[in-house]
């Protein structure tokens, strides 16, 4: 059968429509955030590791590491009596292990700072920052930036807020 190049042009539409049907269902913005590390487990991370979102949006974190299991953990006291390093409004999340393939998604709604970091990778300086909405924002809660209470190699880990907004996101820098 030989196509028209009208019909081509639909059929690819149609295509394109399936492929992102979830992000125009939801009617929210989906970011995906990998988890991955080297062949040999020597270094961890997250990509982006750094990321400026709109309230509402959801995030996917997809563990795409073949030889290590990750989590996404909020710094909060109920978790691990860890220092608060999110929102004082806003709910803790743990994704518990994830392993190869696996995925957790997370909504977040309240303006301001979130730092993240993988349970058996913070010494790795395995974390993130994702940055809700905008310091004008109504509730915007940046505490997170003065909480302290992590070894010097993770503070350092944690990109810049102002760099984060300013590009959107933040890539970990690939091996060479």
Do not use: F, N, Q, T
């Given at each position: 059968m030989i196509m028209t190049r009208r019909e081509l042009l639909i059929a690819a539409g149609g295509a394109l429509l399936a492929v992102n049907m979830p992000v125009l269902a939801s009617g929210q913005p989906h970011v995906l955030i990998e988890m991955q590390g080297t062949a040999r487990g020597e270094r961890v991370w997250f990509d982006p590791f750094g990321v400026a979102v709109k309230p509402g949006t959801t995030l996917k974190f997809l563990n795409r590491d073949s030889g290590n299991s990750h989590t996404v953990t909020a710094y909060h006291p109920a978790l691990f009596e860890r220092a608060r390093r999110i929102p004082k409004e806003a709910e803790p999340f743990n994704s518990g292990y994830l392993l190869p393939d696996d995925s957790f998604e997370l909504t977040l709604t309240i303006p301001g700072v979130y730092d993240?970091?993988?349970?058996?990778?913070?010494?790795?300086?395995?974390?993130?920052?994702?940055?809700?909405?905008?310091?004008?924002?109504?509730?915007?809660?940046?505490?997170?930036?003065k909480a302290g209470n992590v070894e010097d190699n993770v503070e350092a880990a944690f990109p810049s807020v102002k760099d984060i907004l300013t590009s959107g996101k933040i890539r970990t820098p690939r091996l060479t």
């Open positions: 993240y970091y993988c349970l058996p990778h913070e010494r790795a300086a395995m974390v993130g920052r994702i940055v809700v909405g905008k310091p004008s924002d109504k509730g915007w809660d940046d505490s997170a930036i």
